[in-house]
């Protein structure tokens, strides 16, 4: 009878929270736009703890005025993958999934990135739904990548979606049997791809490409070693070193870009970078720190120092930076390129104490060169110590396109 008495004697179960109710002790409208295609997916859950995690999707969405999905019925139509430079994917805050080192994979319905919410919201399993984007995706990419003159490949989709498809391997893979395969994804619509022999001519189409104006994707070569893709580490003496690591820095910057328009003017001053080319052909980023206010600044090569009205007090080396110990860096919380904040500015008996580059009569000048001779290398460093720091020169490299040269000197780079 003790079995029988629990059995019959249990508390009845707790009624489910409805919908209006969770939404209202979330401060979500009950009206929201969308939402009603959506019920019948909430109404299928039996468990209360499952039903407020469907509710805390829709206050996701809601609290970063972000749309509610399409029903999976239409959306799963529409649904396909794109690849994303990492600083931007933290930006955005979407559903993201690292693809390798600095890449990152995205979703889109349409022309909506999907959020991490709207998965949650169609109660699908991440996989399945990452599948069929893949799906869709392999059924656009019938056809052969086309044979560029130059001999390298390119893709032929031209669907706004071509570098996606490095998720794809299948695609792709065969086009060099026997050869250590490099590739590139300049833009989201360029998928392009050479055998090691080409690639001085892979590197010169993805200036060729970038020059066309569309946005930046990623400028560094990629390359498959051991079945694995990775950024293509390109060590010197190897001739294609120098526009490899100008292809990194392109992407540095354009991150820093981005960066300094979300950066709380409170904060401080973003210093300007750019590129500078010396004479022995290296590409170097550049900082400026400019007096009057506190300076947020990024890994850099060099730093510019400046007055606060503009004028130059030379460009030094930023790793000596640590030499002037009564400034402080403060790490910045923010995504992308990392960035620290100091105050203060150093006096001329602390700069001195950095390894020069140019002083500040040779940035006039070449401040003064660059304005009537269109931006000549940097000149040797005056001190022996520098001079060795430069050496080694990486050969010849390609032109930067004009759209993503850097700003600051007025001396980012020599034609």
Known sequence: MGFLDRFLNRAPQAPLPALAELLEARGVPADLPGLEPLVPIFEAHRQAAERGTWADALAELHQRGLPLPPPWEEAQEHLLPELVPLWRADREGRWQRLFIEGLCQRLRVGEETVPAAWIRLWDLPENGVVEVA????????????????????????????????????????????????????????????????????LMDAVNQTLAEGAPLLQAAVLEQVDLKLMTARIQEPHPMSGPQKEFKQLDLLEALRAQEQALDPALGRMGAVGLLKTQQGKSLVVATWKAGAPVLLPDSDLIAFQTEGGAPLGIFWRQTLPRINELRPEPVELWGPRLVRIQGFPTAEQLARLECLATAEQVKAMQGQAQGQGRPSAPRPPAAGASQSMGGGSGASAPLPQHLRGAGLGVQDSD
């Open 134 to 201: 893949l799906d869709n995706l392999r059924r656009r990419s019938e056809g052969a990548f086309e044979r560029l003159p130059s001999g390298i490949y390119r893709s032929p989709w031209r669907d706004g979606h071509d570098a996606a498809r490095l998720l794809l391997p299948q695609v792709w893979e065969g086009l060099f049997r026997d050869q250590h395969p490099f590739m590139a994804i300049p833009t989201a619509g360029a998928l392009l791809a050479a055998p090691q022999i080409l690639l001085p001519k």
